[in-house]
Nanobody, 127 residues
Framework: QVQLVESGGGLVQVGGSLRLSCAAS????????MGWFRQAPGKEREFVSA????????YYADFVRGRFTISRDNARNTVYLQMNDLKPEDTAVYYC????????????????????WGQGTPVTVSS
């Protein structure tokens, strides 16, 4: 089994920054793809960013490109999401997700391509 634990969420003012962490444990080395999703109140869960443990380019949703950066620390089995220039519309619960393979659809943005999920960490951006 795989366990994903997110941390780093909180309350921040507009224009501020936060860094989210996702620590993977258990059968961590079975994982290939790591992603971040978010869900705002009353809305569906949406893709934010993704990266593989083996390298390669990261993937971002258009609405975070240039503001958010995903990175990984293989030694710590941790994936990070650095969020800068935060906006009120970034308010959501942020979820870490993982899977053991590259998506069959060739895009890492579909929720159903991820089999493992964390419990989420809330982010609130106040104006």
């Amino acid at each position: 089994q795989v366990q994903l634990v997110e941390s780093g969420g909180g309350l921040v003012q507009v224009g501020g920054s936060l860094r989210l962490s996702c620590a993977a444990s258990g059968r961590r080395f079975s994982l290939y793809l790591m992603g971040w999703f978010r869900q705002a109140p009353g809305k569906e869960r949406e893709f934010v960013s993704a990266v593989t443990w083996t390298g390669g380019r990261p993937y971002y949703a258009d609405f975070v490109r240039g503001r958010f950066t995903i990175s990984r620390d293989n030694a710590r089995n941790t994936v990070y999401l650095q969020m800068n220039d935060l906006k009120p519309e970034d308010t959501a619960v942020y979820y870490c997700a993982a899977d053991t393979a590259w998506p069959s659809t060739s895009t890492p943005s579909r929720r159903d391509e991820y089999h493992y999920w964390g419990q989420g960490t809330p982010v609130t951006v106040s104006s």
